[in-house]
């Protein structure tokens, strides 16, 4: 039984790989090669290490142990283990997701040259398209019973692939593993050089490989989980500030009916949102975006009772308590300075624990954060900007979020 690995044919499936994906070579270089004995194939763990049965390798050509390198490593650059936790796997379904993870993967490797051992899964052998992401693929396996091949289980791919620590896999960088820092440098170096073969034409580039390079090196970050995570924020500040009252008497005052105990009084945290309606703001898409805040609202916790909503320019025309965002009548059309707004806004009794202020930035902002107020200013839309209108700094004491579709 061979328990040394045959350093030259790993090096030439190296090679072999190289030659095919010249954009993942620092991706495939970056991988350290361990030898486990009877581990019956090929794994990676989380930290870039890949692991190789010598027995496994000497049956493998170089080709195979090739398409195999390409393949963890496609694993290892689209971060399949990250995202495994991100979905919170149940029990029996890691293998749904290793299933789906490879199908992501394998999608792309559909080369004349490709020469994976074993089966190979498709997206359509899950009855999915191509060209979609593993977590797609997960959601469409639990309607796919796979073949019963008891003879020829899914290989395992390791930590790597979906985020389980394997019993053969070291700890920390023992054996050249790579930290998280590290990591995410391959990452995104691997993305611009796919993004640099695929801009000068040289050799094929898989249209998969190029969108998971553009994800990378231009995260497309949804705004409303965002602006959702700055309320949070916002409320989470304010929530601190607790009272310890004696106006009201606690329920426990009933077992000891000779103390009088102090009621934890905690205020509900209003929230309040305040709309640019000067004519630089479309009307249309500003109410479609606080129609979208409303739910943004809720989903924090922020029921129909405690927002209010005021819709004004240079002069706050309106500021009510409002039940649906389409109550609001977005009147304006004159020019903007959010400063009224925000002076309006923190006048409200019971005063807002968080404002957001919904504007296309096209207004001077005050120089001093309103006292005991949150802000979160939702920027929309960038048009005003490309048009060559005025815009201005947002402040420093806000937080920023921009908006940047409605749709
Ligand atoms: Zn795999």
Redesign the pocket.
């Known amino acids: 039984m061979s328990e040394e690995l045959d350093a030259a044919k790993v090096s030439a499936a190296r090679l072999w790989a190289v030659a095919r994906h010249p954009y993942l070579a620092s991706a495939l270089f970056a991988s350290t090669v361990i030898a486990v004995p009877e581990l019956g194939g090929a794994t990676v763990d989380e930290a870039w290490r890949l692991y190789l049965d010598p027995e496994v390798v000497d049956q493998w050509t170089v080709a195979e142990l090739g398409s195999l390198m390409v393949?963890?490593t496609?694993?290892l650059l689209r971060d399949?283990a990250g995202r495994a936790r991100n979905l919170g796997l149940g029990p029996g379904q890691a293998e749904d997701w290793?299933l789906a993870?490879?199908a992501e993967?394998?999608d792309d490797l559909a080369h004349p040259d490709l020469r994976l051992p074993g089966e190979v899964?498709l997206p359509r052998s899950l009855g999915c398209e191509t060209g979609r992401l593993a977590e797609e693929y997960f959601h469409a396996t639990s309607s796919f019973t796979p073949p019963d091949n008891a003879d020829h289980p899914h290989?395992d791919?390791g930590s790597g692939?979906d985020g389980r620590p394997r019993p053969w896999e070291l700890a920390g960088d023992i054996g050249g593993g790579l930290p998280p820092g590290e990591r995410e440098l391959v990452q995104c170096h691997t993305a611009s050089r796919v993004i640099d073969f695929a801009r000068q034409g040289r050799g094929r580039v898989a249209a998969g490989w190029q969108r998971w390079a553009e994800e990378v090196l231009e995260p497309s970050v949804d705004w409303r989980r965002v602006l959702a995570g700055e309320i949070r924020k916002g409320l989470t500040a304010v929530a601190g500030r607790v009272d310890y009252s004696y106006r009201r008497p606690s329920r426990r005052a009933g077992a000891s009916p000779s103390v009088i105990l102090p009621a934890l009084e905690q205020p509900v945290p209003e929230v309040a949102v305040l709309c640019d309606t000067s004519g630089s703001m479309v009307e249309e898409q500003l109410a479609q975006v606080l129609a979208e805040v409303e739910g943004l609202l809720r989903s924090v916790g922020v029921g129909r009772g405690q927002l209010r909503v005021l819709a004004g320019d240079a002069t706050v025309h309106t500021a009510r308590r409002v039940s649906r965002a389409s109550q609001v009548d977005l009147v304006g059309g004159g020019g903007t300075d959010m400063g009224a707004g925000i002076e309006a806004a923190a006048r409200l009794r019971p005063r807002p624990a968080v404002l957001v202020v919904l504007t296309d930035g096209m207004t001077p902002w005050p120089a001093e954060a309103p006292k005991g107020m949150q802000v979160v200013i939702g920027l929309v839309d960038d048009g005003p900007r490309a048009r060559g209108g005025q815009v201005w700094a947002t402040p420093a004491w806000a937080r920023v979020v921009h908006v940047d579709d409605a749709a």
């Open positions: 393949h963890h496609g694993h399949h290793a993870a490879d993967i394998n899964v290989p791919c692939a």
